[in-house]
């Protein structure tokens, strides 16, 4: 379960990006505020605190947003909310755009520690009044979470982004389907430690936190075993996925686009045996991608 631009406010649009803030942001930002309401000698620095916190994170999704762009995927949406952000990004299903994708992220991170750190270190030197030593507070508390956020993160628990980079890994050797399912049961265990860990500290947030983080393992649990009974079915000779390069599986699975009847386009060239209506364009099975039904036939040279 993620969150959606469904109750959120469109902040801007940016490199084709929508970048959406959640309702419930302003909510917990109140709470939050308070609660650091005595780090700072001026309240407004604490409203910076939770701004730069979430400029991190937006920087880091953009990450995410520009690198699937890059390995020739699809990413226009980001939605910040009170758990910090997500980019939505459908990479191309191939180990190494999916890898570049989610590593770009705590990438972003590595590259800001370095600067933050050197602000930091910078302006403590010179905090002789209270507007210095509040920036000098500030800077090493932006710098600190910075490098929290990039150490939960690179947790090899799904579906965190640490994860997900396991997994992409794992696809290399063992395939989509059993990479994701290995990663998912990593990440239950990382995830019921992280829970006992909550009640033992009764920490609320690392508690909700870790609920958020179970559901949306129990999504990739069943999307595992869905794309393990996708590599199990039988394969079309003669045609492969221009995209993927992957044989389409044999069998009734498209539906006619007038009569709704599924049928298998690869045996009959498109054409629907019930109502002769002619299926044009295919979607491929394992990656997603959309291509005419004369453009998946392999050519063999001889």
């Known amino acids: 379960m993620l969150p959606t631009k469904e109750g959120a406010i469109r902040l801007f649009r940016l490199w084709g990006v929508n970048v959406f803030l959640h309702w419930s942001w302003f909510v917990v930002a109140f709470i939050e505020v308070q609660i650091r309401g005595k780090a700072y000698g001026s309240p407004v620095w604490n409203i910076l605190e939770y701004l730069a916190l979430f400029g991190i994170v937006l920087m880091h999704e953009f990450g995410h947003a520009m690198a699937c762009r890059q390995v020739g995927g699809q990413a226009d949406q980001i939605v910040l909310w009170p758990l910090g952000g997500v980019a939505y990004v459908a990479p191309p299903q191939r180990p190494g755009a999916t890898l570049w994708s989610i590593a770009a992220g705590p990438l972003v991170n590595v590259v800001l520690f370095p600067i933050l750190l050197g602000l930091s270190l910078l302006q403590a030197q010179n905090h002789s009044t209270l507007g210095r030593a509040d920036a000098a507070t500030f800077l090493g508390a932006v710098s600190v979470i910075n490098l929290s956020l990039l150490a939960f993160n690179m947790l090899p628990v799904y579906p965190l982004d640490g994860g997900q980079i396991l997994r992409s890994l794992l696809w290399y050797p063992i395939g989509r389907g059993r990479s994701l399912q290995v990663a998912t049961i990593i990440g239950f265990i990382g995830i019921a430690a992280g829970a006992a860990f909550a009640i033992y500290t009764r920490q609320f947030w690392l508690g909700l936190i870790a609920a958020f983080m179970f559901m949306n393992c129990r999504q990739g649990w069943q999307q595992a075993k869905v794309l393990n009974q996708l590599a199990a079915l039988p394969r079309s000779a003669g045609f492969a996925c221009p995209s993927c ?32 209506g002619r299926l044009e364009d295919l979607q491929c099975a394992d990656c997603g991608a959309v291509y005419p039904v004369e453009d998946w036939r392999v050519v063999t040279l001889r």
């Open 245 to 276: 390069r992957t044989s389409p599986p044999r069998g009734e699975f498209w539906p006619c686009p007038q009569c709704r009847n599924a049928f298998d386009p690869f045996s009959t060239s498109g054409q629907c045996p019930q109502c002769s």
